[in-house]
């Protein structure tokens, strides 16, 4: 399982762009890259999964460099909603998409 | 679509008594399932794997006999904590894998709302 590696928290101020990056330098290649959100006291929320260079959805966007070593989230204007802990996690394709939960990323939104 | 359901959310028992938390795919069927447990300010960790027709699969160092999981459709898993202890008291979390018939990799896990288990 390949291991990830996050910050443990970031300041944004709301209306700012976030951009969260995260480091899994033993990534396979059967490994897709997925990104959740989690709220106090929720489950960890879908945002966004990709397997290279660059996926957007209508809440995020993910950038996956060729070397697929690192992968960054990137919220466009974000607001104090947003405020929240995100994980980055590594799968693999089909089986059973066992993965580990790293630390997360708190990302504190400040007006 | 995608959601995932569990009940109860929260859950308050004595010490010794047996607890079960139900864990519902709403809209897919779901072969395999996960059971995580997180403590306040720590991260998910994985408990099993829960699959469909089979026993379940545990990670190292979480007791097979105290928290058995049942997988017994493709849309429900079942986490029964037995004579449970405060030290149980936690959040429980239940995550189902959703397959996209035809596109290989795009498998996704959706997670349920989680479980607040409260042992006195």
């Known amino acids: 399982l390949a291991k990830t590696t996050q910050p443990i928290s970031m300041d944004s101020y709301e209306g700012q762009e976030v951009n969260i990056t995260c480091s899994h330098n033993n990534i396979a290649t059967n490994d897709y890259i997925t990104w959740y959100q989690q709220f106090p006291s929720q489950g960890p929320r879908f945002i966004i999964q990709?397997?290279?260079t660059k996926v957007t959805n209508e809440v995020a966007s993910l950038f996956i460099p060729a070397d697929r070593k690192s992968s960054t989230l990137s919220l466009p204007r974000v607001s104090l909603s947003d405020t929240a802990v995100y994980y980055c996690l590594v799968g693999d394709i089909g089986g059973y998409q066992k993965v580990t939960f790293g630390t997360g990323t708190k990302l504190q939104v400040i007006p | 679509g995608a959601v995932v359901s569990q009940h109860p959310s929260w859950v308050i028992c004595k010490s010794g008594t047996s607890v079960k938390i139900e864990c519902r795919s709403l809209d897919f069927q779901a072969t395999t399932m996960f059971w995580y447990r997180q403590f306040p300010k720590q991260s998910l960790m994985l408990m099993a794997t829960?699959?469909?027709?089979?026993?379940?699969?545990?990670e190292q160092g979480v007791e097979k006999d105290k928290f058995l999981i049942n997988h017994a459709s493709l849309t429900l898993s079942t986490l029964t904590v037995t004579s449970a202890h405060p030290e149980d008291s936690s959040f429980y979390i239940c995550s189902a894998l959703q397959w996209t018939s035809g596109r290989a990799g795009t498998d996704t896990q959706y997670f349920g709302p989680g479980t607040r288990l409260t042992v006195l």
């Open positions: 829960s699959n469909e027709g089979s026993k379940a699969t545990y």
């Open positions: 990709g397997y290279k």
